[in-house]
């Protein structure tokens, strides 16, 4: 019996060893995600999740974004001093998930019952799940500038506010900045 299974062992150690060469990075790819499965897990990806859930979806702030436009803006040659107003077609919004159930009554009538998702982070402190933030449309702009008589200066400006705020060249007014202000 003993010399059997050695005969055997001989065997299958002469067909797996060729095959284990031929497949060896096949072999190491299935023991590193037999390695991640059997650790569960843990590490990087469960602390990634608990700090996009912990973290509340940040607002846009217009006074911020037009500063740094404006600080953009001043950066472009011959443009000078730069003043800058958007205004906003529609306000920035989160879209939250909802549960809903349908259910079926005697009569055929269907009824719908939803709720928000909400998520505990296990110090009674509830939140909703947000599924994403919209951001504002914007509906027009006017680009105060020294200078705005230059027609060079006038179209980069025109072309630099109307692709960053996604609207169109005809809904940007770029002005001569006057001396007083």
Not at 41 to 51: C, I, L, P, R, Y
Not at 113 to 141: C, M, Q, W
Request: with cysteine; glycine share 8%.
């Amino acid at each position: 019996m003993k010399e059997q299974w050695k005969a055997w062992l001989c065997a299958a150690q002469q067909k797996i060893v060729p095959l284990a060469v031929k497949y060896r990075a096949v072999l190491i790819v299935l023991l590193a995600g037999a390695l991640l499965l059997a650790s569960g897990g843990h590490g990087g990806k469960e602390e990634a999740v608990a700090s996009d859930t912990s973290a509340e979806p940040s607002a846009f702030d217009l006074a911020a974004f037009e500063q740094a436009l404006c600080d953009k803006l001043a950066a472009v040659d011959g443009v000078g001093r730069v003043e800058l107003m958007l205004s906003l077609e529609e306000s920035g919004e989160a879209v939250y998930a909802v549960n809903t159930c349908q259910t079926t009554g005697m009569d055929s009538s269907q009824s719908y019952e939803s709720d928000l998702t909400i998520l505990s982070d296990g110090s009674y402190g509830e939140k909703p799940v947000t599924v994403k933030n919209l951001l504002p449309t914007f509906r027009g702009a006017v680009v105060l500038c020294d200078g705005a008589d230059n027609a060079q200066v006038r179209l980069a400006v025109t072309q630099a506010v109307s692709t960053v705020c996604g609207i169109g060249s005809d809904k940007v007014t770029v002005l001569k900045m006057s001396d007083a202000s």
